[in-house]
């Protein structure tokens, strides 16, 4: 807070803005102040002892209008911000419905690839953290002002197709399975997996139906789109109730007819040799394996596919960033991909980024992986969902929307848990604690919300010409006003690092502290100045708590293509805006 000022006035006496801005801190105790200066780094290029260097920069910044009191203990300047200038500050944002915003992203595009499931296989739990943090991202550089493309890069080529299509003519028929939804897609490949083992010939067939979907043969097509679509409807409720959106469904598939000049660049490149059959990029030089691009039998493969997806967003967005949310099994293949790009001399090349998460597991043990145990996400919200709504009966028995309660606080807490910790980390998924209300979770916020919307439902109108700036410049309310004007920091902190979780932190915080204020200090006291204040304060609480919920900071324009109208989530809501448990 107050940094860039700060700098700019203290960059005085030979020191430079860089050399203070490096050296402010925030102090571990109130007492001293809300920021700090050691003076010790400069005392070599200054020639003088540390508290002298501290004594000769006072008065820079007791000229300062938001500064209220300085002092020099030691080496350190202790910085004291005005209460009342702050609190004034922090007011203002009671009105703003988009508070924490900034125009920093003018004129940027950032790409970002997020999701990205494939197609007939099922929407499992592992996806989790693509879609919410990758979601999340996109909101937030949006509220910094870029222009966002959120492309679902979908997995809709390969062989488990041609697999598909075998287990559908034997099984099942292409009437039944549209009929039917995902589930009843994933037996059929389930079973097929089953029964190839012993009967290896049905691989065969197998291929040959995907080559007749690689020739564009129409019943082979027939069945490809009938997938696609049963995968497609199931996978955009799942996005509905995650309020994520996309403005591409350009997947794997979309490139089949873009692969060709990006190999042609590569051969005129002389980058692409002979293997075994094969077509590879070798990469000895970088310490990687070579980078398989085309197999013996013709075969494009996956990093060829992500070859031509770069050179196609680079001059479809012409980005500023191109980011892969995308689980860090993946590393490899991203820092061959960017390689080769980089040696393709690629015009985007340096601007590529893998953003990698961790893995997720069940508090019980089981994991989605090849173990063949799969955890849908679907069942996951489910549960989670019932598990909210048994809570609520308990709690709060005669709530009038109790479903829709259920969803919210359900949905929600699945939501945090992915965007709580840095996104590398491994998560240990537990419906209990990410359902709690008293920890740090997401009930904990909505709750706090509500306590919010409730305080200004009965408050009514704030007049916001009468009011007392004392009412909460106490030490609990000044904590509050810190960290709503702090909030923009934030948002800007997780856009930087690509870590969502600095915006869902400062929510946690902010509730915590407002928390504390509300029970120390009645917000609707007869005294008018005094409620007004509270009140101002307490709305722009509920705008950052809003603003920051996850997934839900409010969408500056209708994100429509043409194939993704359907969707897409015109209006994302937080879950946050219903009423909780009170
Ligand atoms: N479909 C892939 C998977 O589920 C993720 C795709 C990520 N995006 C990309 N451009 N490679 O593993």
Redo the contacts with the bound molecule.
């Keep these: 807070m107050f940094e860039k000022e700060l700098t700019d006035a203290l960059a005085v006496e030979g020191l430079s803005a860089q050399d203070v801005q490096s050296a402010l801190e925030t102090p571990k105790e109130a007492k001293m102040g809300d920021i700090c200066l050691p003076c010790f780094k400069f005392a070599r290029t200054m020639r003088l002892a540390p508290p002298v260097i501290a004594t000769k920069l006072l008065p820079y910044v007791e000229a300062l209008d938001f500064v209220d009191k300085v002092e020099v203990v030691g080496g350190y300047l202790n910085i004291f911000f005005d209460r009342n200038t702050l609190a004034k500050k922090a007011i203002s944002e009671a009105n703003n419905q988009n508070v924490g915003a900034s125009s920093e992203g003018e004129g940027k595009t950032i790409c970002i ?1 997020y999701s ?3 197609i007939a296989k099922p929407f499992h739990i592992g ?1 989790l953290g693509t879609t919410v943090i990758g979601g999340a991202l996109y909101r937030i550089f949006e509220h910094l002002g870029y222009k966002v493309v959120g492309i679902n ?1 979908l ?1 809709d080529w390969g062989t488990q197709f041609g697999k598909l299509i075998v287990a559908t003519r034997k099984w099942s028929s292409l009437e039944e399975v549209a009929q039917h939804d995902e589930y009843f897609l994933n037996k059929l490949y389930v079973r097929y997996h089953k029964e190839a083992e012993a009967h290896p010939e049905m691989d065969d067939e197998a291929r040959a139906w995907f080559k007749r979907i690689e020739d564009g043969d129409k019943e082979a097509t027939a069945y490809f789109d009938v997938f696609k679509k049963v995968t497609m409807t199931a996978v955009g409720k799942i996005y509905d109730r995650l309020k994520i959106k996309f403005d591409s469904y350009a997947g794997e598939s979309f490139y089949n007819d873009k692969m060709e000049a990006c190999l042609d660049i590569l051969r005129e490149k002389h980058l692409l040799v002979e293997s075994d059959g094969a077509q590879v990029v070798n990469l000895d030089a970088y310490d990687m394996p070579p980078c398989l691009l085309v197999k013996a039998d013709g075969a494009t493969l ?1 990093a060829t596919r ?1 070859i031509a ?1 770069a050179y196609y967003r680079k001059k479809t967005y012409n980005f500023y960033k191109c980011l ?1 949310v ?2 860090y099994q ?1 590393n490899l293949h991203f820092k061959q991909l960017f390689q080769v790009l980089k040696l393709m001399d690629f015009a985007g090349a340096d601007d590529m980024e893998h953003v990698a998460y961790g893995m997720v597991s069940m508090e019980d043990g089981s994991m989605s992986t090849r173990s063949g145990r799969v955890i849908w996400l679907q069942e996951v919200l489910d549960k989670a969902v019932e598990k909210a709504r048994k809570i609520i009966e308990e709690k709060n028995p005669d709530a009038p929307n109790k479903d829709e309660i259920a969803e919210s606080v359900g949905v929600g807490a699945v939501v945090f848990s992915s965007l709580w910790n840095n996104r590398i980390k491994d998560i240990v998924f537990s419906y209990d604690k990410v359902l709690n209300f008293d920890g740090e979770t997401a009930p904990y916020v909505q709750y706090t919300y509500a306590r919010c919307a409730s305080a200004l439902r009965k408050g009514g109108d704030v007049d916001m010409s009468n009011f007392d700036l004392g009412a909460i410049t106490s030490d609990e309310g000044y904590d509050v006003i810190k960290s709503v004007i702090t909030f923009g920091d934030s948002v800007r902190l997780a856009a930087k690092l690509r870590e969502p979780c600095y915006v869902t932190r400062h929510i946690v915080d902010l509730a915590e502290k407002f928390n504390r204020f509300y029970i120390d200090h009645r917000i609707l006291v007869d005294d008018a100045p005094t409620r007004n204040a509270r009140l101002a304060l307490t709305k722009a609480v509920g705008n950052v708590m809003r603003v920051g919920t996850s997934g839900h900071f409010r969408s500056r324009r209708n994100v429509k293509t043409r194939q993704t109208a359907k969707y897409c989530v015109n209006t994302p809501r937080p879950p946050t805006h219903v009423r909780i448990v009170h």
């Design positions: 690839d990205s499931v494939n996806h890069h997995g996956y992500d997806a892969y995308v689980a993946q």
